[in-house]
């Protein structure tokens, strides 16, 4: 009898989101983010598997991209809970070696990962402890991104 009083509750579990666009239009879409850097055959040959999940991101509604200015905004799975409550994320098609070194400052050469974590945060114009309170799952979507700029 208790569970006939429950409520169902029919709010999409995190992680599942309903697919927004078909495949060949994020297709199209992200072919015309990397026109826009100017990425060549092979590094996309080379990034096939980010490719691949841009289009996926883009699919199920994760990540849009702006047809005039070229930003991708990333709604967050998972938003960031601190003082200010941070629900997306909005990326930069274009990089200046000025961003890019502020933020590389205090990575050492062969760490990777603060490489990419670093980008991500001159992506987006966050600071780099914001970056690294993402949820893996919004990290990939971030990482995708920031391949394409290394």
């Known amino acids: 009898m208790a569970d006939e009083n429950k409520k169902e509750d029919k709010a999409p579990l995190s992680g599942q989101v309903k697919s927004v666009m078909t495949e060949e239009v994020a297709r199209v879409e992200i072919d015309i983010w990397l026109k826009h850097k100017k990425i060549g055959k092979a590094k996309r040959e080379a990034n096939q598997d980010q490719i691949d999940s841009l289009v996926s991101f883009m699919c199920d509604g ?3 991209m702006d047809p005039d200015s070229k930003k991708f905004n990333h709604v967050l799975q ?5 003082e200010i409550v941070t629900k997306d994320l909005e990326y930069v098609p274009r990089l200046k070696m000025l961003d890019i070194h502020t933020k590389l400052q205090g990575v050492k050469p062969g760490d990777a990962d603060g490489r990419i974590l670093a980008y991500v945060a001159a992506l987006t114009g966050k600071a780099k402890q914001i970056i690294r309170s993402l949820d893996t799952v919004d990290y990939d ?3 995708a991104i920031a391949i394409f700029f290394i």
Do not use: D, G, H, R
């Open 62 to 64: 994760v990540l849009t």
């Open 141 to 143: 979507v971030a990482q």
């Open 78 to 82: 998972f938003p960031i809970e601190s």
